[in-house]
């Protein structure tokens, strides 16, 4: 067989401007380091390859050239966008109002329709799911939609009644949640923390494999937030696949196995949190300390800081408050890699 054509293009880094010659095959999904600045990031060479795609048991969402285009708009909503989702994993996908995250989303679940790219979901293209596919997910919204004259328990038995499988019982649920002493109230009574404890319950109903969770702490107290994240971690090692969409960035550093910008329909980066502080903070030691009742600080070098005489005799003084590495937040990232605030 002949060598397979390659195609050259152009990249320029959304972190440095700098320009990267990238080569592949036409149809394939590539990953680039900027030598200049060691940001990472994805590319797709335009067209196609005749090739079979092969599944992947472990994939749970495979996300090929994503494009769309609403009616009537001058512009892509989204621009190229390729990713994949490994069974137990949480993907967390972050990016500003209007990015594309909810376009994404909506195509992914079948909302949206006369996309371009390809889509495939637990090995299978999305277009040949139709309504089954709905028998094997999850969604929960950010702005729960609850009938507010039912009651929470009567909510639950409703929608499980679309489900064709097998299906959690609802009252578990609601005991799962810390909701099962309000089983019997109309949710038309409930705070919002409670209606987005319900709507995440509902969520879980049909024991979904793939579950997409659209900002799932919002309007809950510390307690109630600890409670659902410790759900979704639990879910994670049950080998469910984790969508999650979030303006949170503390939530996204706690859950996410890996994270993906989104910035005007383009998914400009894709890594673990771990990674990204660890190659966009700095390697200092920040100590704050007590001299003459007044609070200082000091920095050190990370790099030999046990010969450091100057950190060894401040740590003997006793009067140090607290000691932190300089991690960068994956707010500083996100604006360090995009160019833009999150929100």
């Known amino acids: 067989m002949g060598e397979k054509e390659l195609v050259t293009s152009i990249?320029?880094?959304?972190?440095?401007?700098?320009?990267?010659?990238?080569?592949?095959?036409p149809g394939v999904t590539i990953?680039?380091?900027?030598?200049?600045?060691?940001?990472?990031?994805?590319?797709?060479?335009?067209?196609?390859?005749?090739?079979t795609i092969q599944s992947d048991k472990s994939v749970a969402i495979e996300v090929q050239n994503l494009n769309f285009q609403?009616?009537?708009?001058?512009k892509k909503a989204l621009n190229?966008?390729?990713?994949?989702?490994?069974?137990?994993?949480?993907?967390?996908?972050?990016?500003?109002?209007?990015?594309?995250?909810?376009?994404?989303?909506?195509?992914?679940?079948?909302?949206?329709?006369?996309?371009?790219?390809?889509?495939?979901?637990?090995?299978r293209n999305l277009k040949g799911w139709k309504t089954k596919l709905y028998n094997r997910i999850g969604v929960g919204f950010e702005l729960p939609n609850h009938y507010q004259k039912l009651?929470?328990?009567?909510?639950l038995e409703l929608?499980?009644?679309?489900?064709?499988?097998?299906?959690?019982?609802?009252f578990d649920l609601l005991k799962l949640v810390e909701l099962d002493k309000d089983a019997n109230q109309r949710v038309a009574t409930f705070s919002k923390g409670m209606k987005s404890k319900l709507n995440f319950a509902r969520s879980l109903l049909n024991d979904p494999e793939i579950i997409f969770l659209d900002e799932p702490t919002t309007g809950l107290d510390p307690v109630s937030s600890r409670l659902i994240k410790d759900?979704?971690?639990?879910?994670?090692?049950?080998g469910k696949a984790i969508f999650l969409t979030t303006h949170n960035m503390n939530d996204a550093d706690e859950l996410c196995d890996r994270v993906g910008f989104i910035v005007d329909g383009k998914l400009v980066l894709i890594e673990s949190p771990k990674e990204l502080k660890i190659r966009h903070g700095r390697k200092i030691v920040k100590v704050e300390y007590l001299k003459n009742g007044e609070l200082l600080?000091?920095?050190?070098?990370?790099?030999?800081?046990?010969?450091?005489?100057?950190?060894?005799?401040l740590l003997r003084t006793g009067t140090v408050q607290t000691i932190h590495s300089a991690e960068a937040t994956l707010d500083d990232i996100f604006i360090k890699a995009t160019g833009r605030k999150l929100r």
């Open 297 to 313: 600080s000091q920095e050190f070098d990370i790099k030999n800081l046990a010969d450091n005489n100057n950190f060894i005799n």
């Open 80 to 123: 190229g966008v390729s990713f994949s989702i490994r069974k137990g994993e949480i993907f967390g996908f972050l990016g500003p109002n209007g990015a594309g995250k909810t376009t994404t989303q909506k195509i992914i679940i079948g909302l949206l329709k006369n996309y371009n790219g390809n889509v495939r979901i637990l090995g």
């Open 151 to 155: 009651t929470a328990i009567e909510n």
């Open 159 to 170: 929608f499980e009644s679309f489900y064709k499988g097998r299906t959690i019982p609802p």
């Open 70 to 74: 609403y009616p009537k708009s001058n």
């Open 231 to 238: 759900i979704i971690k639990q879910k994670r090692k049950e």
């Open 31 to 51: 990953e680039i380091t900027c030598p200049k600045c060691n940001t990472r990031g994805i590319f797709s060479f335009r067209g196609s390859t005749k090739k």
């Open 11 to 25: 990249v320029r880094c959304p972190h440095c401007k700098n320009q990267i010659n990238v080569q592949g095959e």
